[in-house]
């Protein structure tokens, strides 16, 4: 509950295993040192713990402390299909191509509220551990109309004041990258030398990205715009 | 995600197996009817079961499902004294006593962002049920300065906010006692019925309620403040 012992900040950064948070948690160890930051991974019964693997890389690759949280029981009445016990398949095509639009329901892989439970648990092992921020990686395409409506500005603007006011403004949340696109994100990863290979965004869990889910391509297009070509897809060419 | 199939709410009420969440249960009971609300108690590693077992009781006193889930992993990290790792004992005295007010720090007995973790895990768990409105118990003693900074209006509303907007105005957040003060809430209770005798307060586990913790004080306060004796406290008179 209290600041670190000298006065400083430091983070604790939600690591998903996939690029964008990655980007963040080096934007973070750049920024406090990788003293003064710890990355946290949530397993929520997910269908496969690749991005659990890719996160634990990511954190070994920046040396800090990584902690694990299983989060699984609050969905177990979900039929999400991102989920290993949903019984439809995850839907291929883009989130738009899946009817994703302003004013929309979401998508079928919104898993309810996961977000926002990701946040408060982060948030109570933030204060935990003496952390001052909590750091989130959602970016603006990920809204994609209302596909994923926890992603969106106004969620993350009022998950950021429930935060301050319910930690008494021991714990504040940042999300730099929320009105930034993956394109963006990739061209700051790229700049500061981001280990893309070691990341996994890809909904399905086979060995190598589907490359037909809208995360996968969500990703080909960001690294298209920066006219780069994916490392974590190399195999599949 | 859907409303209930009748376009009707449906409501979850988080169950502390306390009097204000119990009053709060016996008021949604009545206006949705009792097939239209379920109830959920939390695990948190706190010291005791005895306020777990009390959540069923009033549970099935009011015939409906209850439903449980376990977030202690949250707080494994924490040294709160009202977990049951924790080092430090419960301490004796009012909020007050205990130096809480505007601007201080939060008591030893705040876990840390506990109820807005409770809150969105109980949002994931209202979605994946098709409920619609996710009811909250704080009051407004509760705040008693800044003892718990997450029973504040201004937390209620910032997470009432977040909840709307990450489930895509699928789920509200009410919390209708969060202006009172713990004697409107019995007073409710007693007119409507509450079954208090059935209820658990006192933050220590023994065979009866210590009397002289924080929340032990507050409820006699608040049965005196009615003129009422407190079924639960017969025993030890």
Known sequence: MTMASDGADKA???????????TLLARMVARYGR?????????YGQRHSRELAAAEA????????????DLASAFAQSDCSLLAHGQDPIPHGTYAEQGAEEGSAPVSTYVPFRNGLFLSAAASMALSLDCTVLCYGAHS??????????CSLAFVEAMGRAIELGSGGALRLEAPFVALTKADIVAEGSRSGVPFELTWSCYEGADEPCGACATCLDRQRAFAANGMEDPAQKGRD
């Open 141 to 150: 395409d990920d809204v994609a109309g209302s596909a994923y409506p926890d």
């Open 12 to 22: 604790l950064v939600l690591c998903s295993g996939g690029l964008d948070s990655t």
């Open 58 to 69: 990511v954190a070994a690759h920046y040396g800090v402390p990584l902690h694990t949280l």
């Open 35 to 43: 003293e003064a930051v710890v990355a946290l991974r949530i397993s």
